[in-house]
């Protein structure tokens, strides 16, 4: 016992704080981890590489059958004329999570797995990504959520357009306000999980702990939906919301519409700069 409380005592020491807090701690290359370049605001070279493409490519089609499977479970829901003969809001939600969880761990090693441009954005602010491959991402990824959601009304358009299409709206007796709230803190958990489980300082710290990446993400996007299912549908993805409004197109489905952009996109800055300039004190430059 006391050789294994000395390893203990030793393992909590070995990567104590030897840095001062804030941005001058950034300063020196005294540390027990590698923390990666920031990104060029713009780099017009990844347009000659395949890998650019193929990395697009991927978040087309994880967005693609991201709304794929999503949407055929809100249908099935939905369309159930009793909650006990469905898997109800949890399974919605697991659905949502278990798939973000599964894509995730597909094209992380392609893409980054983002498969959300509120995820894209927020990467983008810390400058993870360049604003080429940013913008890029979030094409393929509204593509891909409206080529999903399409080929959903293709197999069962009738089912499909009685069921609400999985479109996001707010939910009568909520405000647009308290959708909009919905959308950020919703989005601002999922960014700042992401952050968090792909952080150099975290994976060099706790490389003890066996951490998987796309575990907690899925396991945010799980939990945020079954809070604000009832609210919104939970969107905290716009091109998720994106694609499901194009296909579905109905009026009210574009009534609040803009909170499924304005929203995420709030949500990721925030926890962009709370996750870069207070928990971790990185400033936010280039090497451009």
């Not at 975290?202 to 945010?220: C, E, K, Q, T």
């Not at 609210?231 to 109905?250: D, E, K, Q, V």
Request: aromatic residues 12%.
């Amino acid at each position: 016992m006391e050789g294994k409380e000395e390893d203990v005592r030793l393992g909590a020491n070995k990567f104590s704080e030897r840095q001062p807090i804030g941005t001058a701690a950034q300063g020196s290359d005294d540390k027990d981890y590698k923390e990666p370049p920031p990104a060029p605001l713009f780099e017009p070279g990844e347009l000659k590489s395949w890998s650019f493409y193929r990395a697009g490519i991927a978040e087309f089609m994880a967005t693609f059958l991201f709304l794929y499977i999503t949407i055929l479970t809100v249908m099935g829901v939905n369309n159930s004329t009793s909650k006990c003969a469905t898997v109800g809001i949890q399974g919605i939600a697991w659905s949502f999570g278990g798939m973000i969880f599964a894509l995730v761990y597909c094209t992380a090693g392609i893409s980054g797995g983002h498969i959300n441009p509120a995820v894209t954005f927020g990467l983008f602010l810390a400058r993870k990504l360049s604003l080429t491959r940013a913008v890029f991402y979030m094409v393929m990824q509204c593509l891909g959520a409206i080529c999903g959601a399409g080929v959903v009304k293709g197999f069962q358009k009738g089912l499909y357009e009685s069921t609400g299409g999985g479109a996001n709206v707010v939910a009568p007796g909520y405000t647009k306000g308290d959708g909009l709230g919905a959308e950020i803190v919703g989005t601002f958990i999922l960014v700042y999980t992401v952050f968090s489980a792909t952080d150099a300082k975290r994976n060099a710290r706790d490389s003890h702990v066996p951490i998987l990446a796309p575990l907690p993400i899925g396991f945010a996007v799980f939990l945020v939906h079954l809070a604000t299912i009832p609210i919104t549908g939970t969107g905290i993805n716009p091109a998720r919301s994106l694609g499901a409004a194009i296909i579905y197109n109905r009026g009210h489905a574009w009534d609040d519409h803009w909170i499924f952009w304005v929203g995420p996109f709030i949500g990721a800055a925030l926890a962009a700069i709370y996750h870069q300039v207070v928990i971790r004190a990185i400033p936010f430059k280039s090497r451009s």
